[in-house]
């Protein structure tokens, strides 16, 4: 089963054409969509509510208050981890068959990152893959509509980690739009409990990523076409507690202490 998290702040505009463009560039394949409604002050948790009526694969779930990125993600994650181990046996988990794996993709509820790219993503995992990215950074790979200051954090975000924390084959490390094998989400909740991102603010995908990928046998990025000039309201990212949250990863890692840290919040 292919399940599809999507994290949601104030993106009741662009989530009906999202939700549409999904399940047209995935009806070849059995998916779940789970939207987490992180304390949106607009009609979002309507709009997934109107949308889970009339479709059977769409699932909400919802935060009372603005809780941040990475507790968003992390509810998503128990959602789908709950829902399989609900519907499959106990141990499906470390059984599951290489050419049907069960598969988590994550992508932001914006519209920016392309539903086209979710195919791409499952077959790689499908080849054998562990954890993909949707990277700007390889070959194919394009991002237009984000300001200088944006594109420059991005960039410097992935050299800095790429020489504290290398990962073989990554490149784009802030990037959220990834599939799991949920096997290795499994293991993450097993190994860091439920909250598996401790960090409130955008670098907690970074966090994910170092966390994760140990878990993993085989990393890929595959090529993302970014159009950010498609966003629909304004940016939820504050750059200086992002930037705060990348030195706190990599003074987490130097010191090699994943619970410990105090994590910035927005």
């Not at 046996?89 to 068959?97: G, Q, R």
């Not at 498609?230 to 705060?244: F, V």
């Not at 130097?254 to 910035?264: D, G, I, M, P």
Request: hydrophobic share 35%; net charge negative.
């Amino acid at each position: 089963m292919l399940y599809i998290v999507l994290p949601a702040y104030n993106e009741d505009q662009a989530l009906p054409e999202l939700l549409a463009d999904i399940n047209q560039n995935c009806a070849a394949i059995p998916h779940q969509i789970v939207v987490v409604n992180d304390g949106s002050t607009d009609s979002t948790f309507d709009v997934i509510q109107n949308y889970a009526q009339t479709h059977d694969n769409v699932h909400g779930v919802n935060h009372e208050q603005n809780q941040g990125l990475g507790a968003a993600i992390n509810s998503g994650f128990q959602y789908v981890l709950n829902h399989n181990y609900q519907v499959n046996s106990p141990d499906k988990l470390t059984s599951e068959k290489q050419d049907s794996p069960d598969i988590v993709i994550t992508m932001d509820a914006d519209n920016t990152q392309p539903a086209d790219c979710i195919p791409v993503l499952y077959d790689e995992i499908c080849s054998g893959a562990d954890l993909v990215i949707a990277s700007r950074y390889v070959q194919g790979g394009e991002q237009h509509g984000l300001s200088f200051g944006r594109r420059g954090l991005s960039w410097g975000a992935g050299r800095v980690m790429r020489f504290f924390a290398p990962i073989k084959g990554v490149r784009d490390y802030s990037c959220g739009y990834r599939a799991y094998r949920l096997r290795l989400l499994a293991e993450g909740t097993r190994q860091y409990g439920p909250n598996i991102i401790k960090s409130r603010n955008f670098s907690g995908m970074v966090e994910l990523l170092l966390k994760v990928a140990p878990f993993a046998e085989r990393v890929t990025e595959v090529p993302l076409k970014l159009h950010y000039e498609l966003k629909k309201g304004a940016s939820k990212m504050r750059i200086g507690a992002t930037i705060w949250g990348y030195l706190q990863l990599i003074y987490q890692l130097k010191r090699n202490k994943w619970s410990t840290v105090e994590w910035a919040e927005e």
